[in-house]
């Protein structure tokens, strides 16, 4: 039996609705809807939890005006009413968020809704990672990747003074072993020069043995621009912009798992929390864009791309922390040269600002194949990941050109002494003793031109009749130019949509 107090009456109507009409289309049990002095039409007169003459607000605090709106007016409660926004954005990694974020500055008029999938946002690749702001060297000059890690690296520091989180331009050496590798550090020196890295230079032994008294090397790029960053906490921090908005709503626990095309020209979005098949939720928005990090390639293709092209295939990276007494080991990061094959770029040394592991010097990660997309742990096997990576002929081509390499991160990743071998090409102090294990990081690459790791971030245009964009690809260092990115991606969309003319800007 339902109980009264959430049955909806209303005295009087306001000018929006004809008492009689509505009359005649309601059941006698639910005889009219409530309003406030202000004519604003709710479903109930109070929330559960709410005593009739106060209204909590808590609700709003936390989850922003658009959700207590939504609630209180019955979208959430009865299929009466559809939540309406002008862009979906399917994915709360710091991309996604970025990518709200930017539209939600750019045109004030707009209302913006974040689905992750998730029960909180950044919890994949934005919260597993080595949390280094990079300079802009390692990508070849004129790619997107260029462009925007180096304005991202600005816009990163920038961000991070506004909002007072914790940052440290500490730098950088990518060290060379020995004559052979030092041609390496000079194709590095001037690639990022290239791309407009600020301040580099090459420094040899001794001047390293200043700089690192730890560090063997013959030669170094020094980056004194690189620096390190919480992530995670940025991804935070973009979140309460975006609910502080009073135009954006970010839904966790909702993965989206049917897009359709309405026959009034919206796209709507079906899901549900993870591995639960109810309630189905419902969003409708006008335009979407999908930024699936893991599942990038099997979102685009529900939501009207092609799921043929761009396939995901994932990578688990194992780190290592130094000890307490030993973290000061370091100050700066320190990297090898680049190993080849287009995925790692050598177990490194980073000192962190994270916020939930603490301030630590972490050494990682490797690079080993998953058998499953968020494969955190060796044993982690998911048959349909499997298959679709086996199924993927670039992968293939890929294993089998650098197949001792796919063989060594194997190794090293089960092995933590060979691990640390590869550490103490780099610092031979180091001792197996000295470190003990931290968290695991999973990253997605997409392989294509025979095996080629794709050396661009990639953007499907104009998918579902024009409706929807696509983040296909945005490997590292998207999380460093996650803010450019942002700027990229609506101003593509903008092209598709025609957010300019539709808002006035």
């Not at 709710?42 to 005006?65: I, M, W």
């Not at 990253?443 to 294509?448: L, N, Y």
């Amino acid at each position: 039996m339902i109980r009264s107090t959430f049955l909806p009456r209303l005295d009087k109507i306001g000018s929006r609705l004809c008492m009689t009409s509505v009359q005649k289309s309601l059941s006698p049990c639910t005889r009219s809807f409530h309003t406030t002095q202000s004519q604003t039409l709710y479903y109930f007169d109070h929330l559960p939890g709410e005593k009739s003459e106060k209204v909590n607000k808590g609700l709003e605090h936390l989850l922003g005006p658009i959700r207590e709106k939504n609630y209180r007016m019955g979208n959430l409660a009865t299929n009466s009413g559809r939540e309406i926004f002008d862009v979906c954005v399917v994915g709360g990694g710091i991309i996604g968020l970025a990518t709200a974020r930017e539209l939600l500055n750019r045109y004030p008029g707009m209302k913006v809704c974040v689905l992750e999938k998730e029960p909180e946002v950044g919890q994949h690749q934005t919260g597993h990672n080595s949390g280094v702001i990079h300079a802009g060297i390692y990508y070849e000059p004129g790619t997107l990747m260029a462009r925007t890690c180096v304005r991202g690296a600005d816009m990163m520091y920038k961000y991070a003074e506004e909002h007072g989180l914790p940052v440290e331009r500490c730098g950088k050496l990518i060290v060379a072993s020995n004559k052979k590798e030092h041609d390496l550090v000079v194709k590095l020196y001037e690639q990022g020069v290239a791309n407009g890295v600020k301040d580099l230079e090459i420094v040899y032994k001794d001047q390293i043995r200043e700089m690192e008294p730890n560090v063997a090397a013959y030669s170094a790029l020094h980056s004194p621009n690189t620096g390190i960053i919480n992530f995670w906490l940025v991804a935070q921090s973009i979140l309460r912009e975006i609910i502080d908005s009073k135009r954006g709503d970010v839904k966790c626990s909702f993965e989206a798992k049917k897009f359709e095309k309405t026959s009034d020209g919206l796209v709507k979005i079906t899901g549900s929390e993870t591995i639960m098949n109810g309630p189905v939720l419902e969003v409708y928005a006008k335009n979407v864009i999908t930024c699936g990090g893991f599942y990038s390639d099997r979102l685009a293709g529900k939501a009207g791309g092609n799921p043929k092209e761009h396939r995901v295939v994932t990578f688990r990276g194992q780190y290592y922390q130094v000890k307490a007494d030993k973290k000061a080991l370091v100050r700066r990061n320190i990297y090898p040269v680049p190993s080849g094959g287009g995925i790692p770029v050598g177990v490194h040394f980073t000192p962190t600002v994270d916020v939930r592991r603490g301030h630590q010097l972490i050494v990682g990660p490797g690079a080993c194949f998953t058998t499953s997309r968020e494969g955190y742990r060796f044993c982690d096997f998911n048959l349909y990941d499997v298959w679709d990576t086996f199924s993927n002929i670039q992968f293939w081509y890929f294993a089998f050109k650098n197949f001792g390499l796919s063989i060594n991160e194997l190794y090293c990743d089960l092995n933590k002494r060979a691990f640390i071998r590869r550490a103490r090409k780099i610092i031979p102090e180091l001792t197996n003793d000295m470190v003990e294990l931290s968290f695991a990081g999973v990253m997605s690459q997409v392989f294509e031109n025979g095996g080629m790791a794709a050396q661009d971030f990639i953007i499907e245009r104009k998918a579902m009749d024009g409706l929807v964009l696509n983040v296909r690809n945005a490997p590292t260092p998207a999380a460093t130019a996650s803010l450019a990115i942002g700027e990229l991606v609506v101003d593509a969309a903008n092209e598709d949509f025609g957010f300019k003319d539709k808002y006035n800007i």
